[in-house]
């Protein structure tokens, strides 16, 4: 998969480039100075990195239940009402979660204190 950024635009294949960014990417891939499998595997880890940040693309169990901040996770949903816990929710960052009923993203105590 091809993952580059250019002036601020994220390009996913080089068939979605314009002309002048498919010769900024060409140029780019040809300044890195290492076989195309590794570029493309660097690619791939860092189209993932930016759909982590951007809470995406669920992070992986092995970092997301590290992270996790289920001390700031409201009781119900402040939307439906839904009972929650940090089981039943569908973790989208560390301190990012969307309701299980009703899908809405559930904004986060910040007193971090019992619930």
Do not use: H
């Amino acid at each position: 998969m091809t993952y580059f950024m250019y002036q601020g635009k994220e390009y996913t294949s080089l068939e979605t480039m314009p002309p002048e960014v498919q010769k900024a990417y060409a140029k780019w891939r040809e300044e890195q100075n290492l076989p195309d499998d590794l570029l493309d595997y660097y690619e791939a880890q860092l189209r993932d990195i930016e759909l982590e940040n951007r809470g995406e693309k669920p992070l992986p169990p092995e970092k997301a239940s590290a992270e996790r901040r289920v001390d700031l996770l409201p009781s119900t949903c402040f939307n439906c009402g839904g009972p929650l816990s940090g089981d039943s929710v569908k973790w989208t960052g560390a301190q990012s979660a969307d309701c299980p009923y009703c899908g809405v993203n559930l904004p986060m105590r910040t007193d971090g204190g019992s619930r």
